[in-house]
């Protein structure tokens, strides 16, 4: 039972334009969310996070968008730049838990 | 550099056999979890130690078990491999307990591969 989805495996987005990458829950005892980016041998690297009293969270050009009557949440990216083609994952967590249940990724290419 | 770092980077060994794998989190985070990552799995949670306690266990198998010391390092240990055990093994880290919303910041990872 996969509790996080990353339903788009993949996106292409061309250089100065807006990535939106998406991501959806079932658990609704989760209430905070996280955004991580990975490269290839490299771990992954947090981005951004919100927790559920709020439903939009800014830093610089990476956005955090929560709609829990939805489950989802999504994460825009503008302007888009080639050196932030990468793997993105979502992961979220329930308070009181320490673990992050990730989804399956979305790699983004950004085209210059 | 997140500041948590993972040793060895790789790792092959056979069947059978076992291995430890070695995380120091980031200066003054006191939680620290594992993760492995595999092809058809994802990234998936194992273990959280706080404070040398453990905290918290996901789908970890009894062939594997985690410690953390008294100066905050862990260690993973796998034992009786398995080929399906071949894997990236990350450890993350960050302050507190969890029962706040606290990020984890990662290792490189350990890429583990079994003969």
């Known amino acids: 039972d996969q509790q996080v989805k990353q339903n788009s495996p993949s996106l292409s987005v061309q250089e100065g334009r807006i990535s939106i990458l998406n991501c959806d829950y079932t658990?609704?005892?989760?209430?905070?969310f996280l955004w991580y980016k990975k490269y290839p041998a490299e771990g992954p690297t947090f981005l951004i996070s919100?927790?559920?009293?709020?439903d939009k969270n800014e830093d610089g050009r990476f956005t955090v968008f929560l709609n829990k009557s939805a489950k989802h949440l999504s994460l825009h990216i503008v302007p888009s730049q080639p050196g932030d083609s990468a793997v993105y994952f979502c992961a979220a967590s329930a308070s009181g838990t320490g673990k992050l249940i990730f989804g399956q990724g979305t790699t983004l290419q950004v085209k210059p | 550099d997140s500041g948590v770092t993972q040793t060895p980077k790789h790792l092959i060994t056979a069947t059978g056999q076992r291995v430890t794998l070695r995380c120091s989190p980031r200066?003054?985070?006191?939680?620290v979890y594992w993760y492995q990552q595999s092809l058809d799995q994802g990234l998936q949670f194992l273990i959280q130690?706080?404070?040398?306690?453990?905290?918290a266990k996901g789908n970890i198998l009894e062939r594997f078990s985690a410690q953390q010391f008294p100066d905050l390092h862990s260690e993973l240990n796998l034992s009786s491999l398995e080929l399906g055990d071949s894997a990236l093994y990350f450890c993350?880290?960050?302050?507190?307990?969890?029962?706040?919303?606290?990020?984890?910041?990662f290792g490189p990872g350990t890429r583990l591969t079994v003969t």
């Open positions: 130690y706080y404070n040398g306690e453990e905290r």
């Open positions: 200066s003054g985070d006191l939680s």
């Open positions: 919100i927790s559920s009293i709020k």
């Open positions: 658990n609704s005892m989760f209430d905070y």
């Open positions: 993350a880290s960050s302050p507190r307990r969890a029962g706040g919303y606290d990020e984890q910041y």
